[in-house]
């Protein structure tokens, strides 16, 4: 017969466990909205550095102009920065971005070309250590809404190694955000910049939101900020080379930061969905486990009903 008393505790211990699992839920529900918050806030920088590039874009040829971030060479050493979390029960969320990382530094391989790596979270810098990777920078214990000068850190890091020729090719793996029960690891080319992908591209914005007590996500379209050329009269008080070069870092630091946003919404929403799926099982399973401990103690009950009537019919 079952164990009341252990039924009685197992319930108990499965409700405490629920009533986390509810709270790291709202949490992230909580942090979700706050990258959104950012996302938005940042925009309008964004907008402006986009139309001023634009500007000196069709004042001058970028691929006439002599600047290191838009010179294309040989590639022999491929700079690779991996973006995963710093902590765990959020699904398959660092999996997927270590193994889309792996994936790479194979194909990498495959072409004779020798990569280092840049890692961001703890855990893929735990992944890569153990196996011994050629780890160049490792960024932990970052905020899990990103800040911007936590992405300017990340960018120096990536400048320096490109200016000073030590990878000839920079390449950002990390995970889009598609919605709050998917997510895409995918790869992008940071350095050198592509001239042809410095104008502002229509957009869209993710709100979290709820309806009849879920949660749910809302997509907005945005379209880019109108591209008006600067006026052909225009005097630049400084060579418009030299505008473009120090504009092209912030420009990095910008693209950096949004992919640093959409992974941390991305690590966040998976949290939600595993922290609601845990919510889930743990109601199914108290609700199982009332189940047995109603049947064990109506067993009791009948248990000891038929000790009475038996004890009775020998007293009798």
């Given at each position: 017969m079952p164990n009341l008393k252990a039924i009685r505790d197992r319930i108990k211990s499965v409700k405490n466990t629920k009533k986390?699992?509810?709270?790291?839920?709202?949490?992230?529900?909580?942090?979700?909205?706050?990258?959104?918050?950012?996302v938005t806030a940042t925009r309008p920088f964004a907008d402006r550095l986009a139309q001023v590039l634009y500007g000196l874009q069709s004042r001058l040829?970028?691929?006439?102009?002599?600047?290191?971030?838009l010179k294309?060479?040989?590639?022999?050493?491929?700079?690779?920065?991996?973006?995963s979390g710093d902590r765990g029960l959020?699904?398959?969320?660092?999996?997927?971005?270590?193994?889309?990382?792996?994936?790479?530094?194979k194909e990498l391989k495959a072409e004779g070309l020798d990569y280092k790596l840049v890692i961001v979270g703890r855990k893929a810098n735990q992944y890569f250590t153990r196996r011994e990777q050629p780890i160049s920078k490792s960024?932990?214990?970052?905020?899990?809404?990103?800040?911007?000068?936590?992405?300017?850190?990340?960018?120096?890091e990536l400048l320096s190694l490109f200016l000073s020729d030590s990878v000839d090719r920079v390449e950002l793996i990390y995970t889009k955000f598609v919605s709050l029960i998917s997510s895409r690891p995918v790869t992008q080319t940071l350095?050198?910049?592509?001239?042809?992908?410095?104008?502002?591209?229509?957009?869209?914005?993710?709100?979290?939101?709820?309806?009849?007590?879920?949660f749910q996500v809302e997509r907005q379209k945005v379209e880019a900020a109108p591209q008006t050329p600067l006026p052909q009269?225009?005097?630049?008080?400084?060579?418009?080379?030299?505008?473009?070069?120090?504009?092209?870092p912030l420009y990095l630091n910008n693209q950096l930061l949004r992919a640093l946003q959409e992974s941390a919404a991305s690590e966040l929403a998976a949290r939600m969905t595993a922290m609601n799926n845990a919510s889930d099982n743990a109601k199914q399973l108290i609700t199982s486990l009332s189940l047995s401990y109603?049947?064990?103690?109506?067993?009791?009950i009948t248990q000891e009903i038929l000790e009475v009537v038996a004890g009775a019919e020998v007293l009798n």
């Open positions: 986390i699992t509810e709270a790291m839920r709202l949490v992230a529900a909580a942090k979700v909205r706050r990258a959104q918050e950012q040829q970028f691929e006439e102009a002599d600047l290191p971030l294309k060479r040989d590639v022999k050493t491929v700079g690779l920065l991996v973006v959020c699904g398959g969320y660092n999996a997927n971005v270590i193994k889309r990382a792996e994936l790479r530094i960024f932990t214990n970052l905020e899990q809404v990103p800040t911007a000068s936590e992405a300017s850190a990340i960018a120096d350095l050198p910049l592509d001239p042809q992908g410095l104008e502002a591209a229509d957009d869209e914005i993710f709100r979290l939101t709820t309806r009849a007590g879920e009269d225009m005097i630049f008080e400084q060579d418009p080379v030299q505008i473009l070069d120090a504009l092209l109603n049947k064990a103690r109506q067993a009791a």
